[in-house]
């Protein structure tokens, strides 16, 4: 089995595209932040119906939701229903997948929604990026949310404890994904800018 975990999308669905071609999975998980900002909302959820990928709710997928009647011409109604039913995090080989982190000292048990789909320091604001801050697992992290940092790979023994997947695909970055299974990481070129920074 293959299962890719793709970073924040972002509505870029031609990097997507070309990113699950490349990597070949059976399998797709997307790190939430899935429609807004991009060129092709409506692409992004052909896609993950087509594909029936599993994702996590991401800050910007919240935003999707509260506002609905905003989207409700770009995205099917079937959208908003799956939208609605995402969790937080999800287990998929082997790793917890989540848009923005857990507590690091007390993982999901000590993490809120706020946390799971925001956070990318601890403590907030000024802390260390929450995976530096005493993070060690068991289960490796993977997550988004951070294009400003890019591609984040951190490691306790030669094992990674936290991969993260957001490199700014939408402000002309890369689409990066990661296959937990086979420690395979894989990235394509934005096909141009699509917002600012």
């Keep these: 089995m293959r299962t890719l975990v793709v970073g924040d999308v ?7 595209d070309a ?3 490349l990597a070949k999975p059976d399998a797709v998980v997307l790190v939430g932040d899935l429609f ?8 992004v959820w052909e896609r993950i119906e087509a594909w ?8 910007h997928d919240a935003a999707v939701l509260e ?10 109604k079937r959208c908003r229903s799956w939208l ?7 287990e998929e080989a082997g790793v917890l997948v ?3 982190g857990v507590h690091p000292r ?4 000590g993490t809120t929604r706020q946390m799971a789909t925001t956070m990318r320091r601890f403590p907030e604001p000024d802390g260390p990026p929450w995976y530096d801050a005493g993070w060690a697992g068991p289960l490796c992290v993977v997550f988004g949310h951070d294009a400003r940092r890019g591609r984040v790979r951190r490691e306790i023994d030669g094992r990674p404890v936290a991969v993260g997947l957001d490199s700014g695909c939408v402000y002309g970055g890369e689409l990066s994904g990661w296959v937990p299974e086979t420690d395979e990481s894989f990235a394509v070129p934005a096909l141009r800018v699509h917002q600012a920074v």
């Design 36 to 43: 807004t900002k991009g060129p092709d909302p409506r692409g």
């Design 67 to 76: 506002r609905w009647d905003h989207w409700r011409g770009s995205l099917p």
């Design 84 to 90: 609605s039913s995402l969790p937080i995090w999800r």
């Design 98 to 100: 989540v848009h923005a």
């Design 10 to 16: 972002h509505g870029c669905s031609g990097e997507l």
């Design 106 to 109: 007390l993982g999901r048990a």
């Design 19 to 21: 990113l699950v071609a």
């Design 52 to 59: 029936d990928a599993r994702a996590v709710l991401g800050n």
